[in-house]
């Protein structure tokens, strides 16, 4: 027996909770195409959205697109479905990223569903946190969910944090001295509140936090230098909570998998009431990103750098609509 085809409003609102993932410079670099007569939903780079300096190898492209993959499964899951997703079918179209057959078999994922209500919830906090502790037990579930997406998360000692927080003050130096990489996030860090820019991408001004007395928390400066009238300083924690998202690999199937398990850890610390930012710049410059890992871990190759805590929430970025993102078949 054949499943009647999702209808429109369905797999919209699939694709709506997908768009609301993270990416790199919320560039939101991602488009969908849903073949009704056979239930598949197609994930594809959108490779005009791509960061060629930031991002030369796409490695933050794949992983934000890995990360509206698992919040598309998440959807799924509370929708009922049972997906099964199969990672770049088709070698001769790199861009090609996911195929969704939406008709799996089986039951729902229930550990999923259970994140549904973090979806909307989730985004980056450039603000303050806490000096508060993280259960160990909360570490352990954040962890786990990262081994449930086939990546690995770890916290580093306090040795290995400091040692982190100057690696981003060195990758913030670089970038400061290349005005190619300064002028791409200019064009999609912007000074301008969203509603009134008419923005529905970028990374609003509003959204940047106050500038650090110090510098406790890798927390990256997108005004890099530009004057933003009103925007205050603040002092940040002085032991920030930082995990290392990682993978055995390092390869395109390898970034889809971390995307996943860093959305799947974001949600995790959303509905246990912690919020994040993240922070790729120590991963940009190949100079340094081997000494951003432990080198008492088994991790190989670390794909994100997760600030962690307990604070307010932050500024959501804008979205673009989903018409601009889906083509129905």
Sequence with gaps: MTAEPLDVNTVTALVADAAAAPSLHNAQPWTFRYLRDIGVLRLYADLERALPRTDPESRGLHIGCGAALL???????????????????????????????????GPPDGALARLHTAVRRRHSSRLPFRDEEIPGAVREGLSGAARDEGAQLL????????????????????????????????????????????????????AFGPRQRGTSAPVRDFAAGRPMPGRGWASFEKSPHIALLGTAHDKPLDWLVAGQALERVLLRATADGLVASVTSQPLEWPEIRWAVRDPVSAMAHVQMVIRLGYGPEGSASPRRPVADLLDIL
């Design 155 to 206: 916290f580093p000692g306090a040795w290995h944090v400091r040692s982190i927080l100057e690696l981003v003050r060195d990758a913030e130096a670089r970038e400061a001295l290349a005005p190619d990489v300064r002028e791409e996030t200019a064009r999609w860090a912007r000074t301008e509140r969203p509603r009134a820019a008419g923005m529905a991408d970028g990374i609003p001004g509003e």
């Design 71 to 105: 919040n598309l499964r998440v959807a799924a899951a509370a929708a009922g479905l049972a997906p099964l997703v199969r990672l770049l079918p088709d070698p001769a179209y790199p861009e090609f990223l996911a195929e969704v057959h939406l008709y799996g078999t």
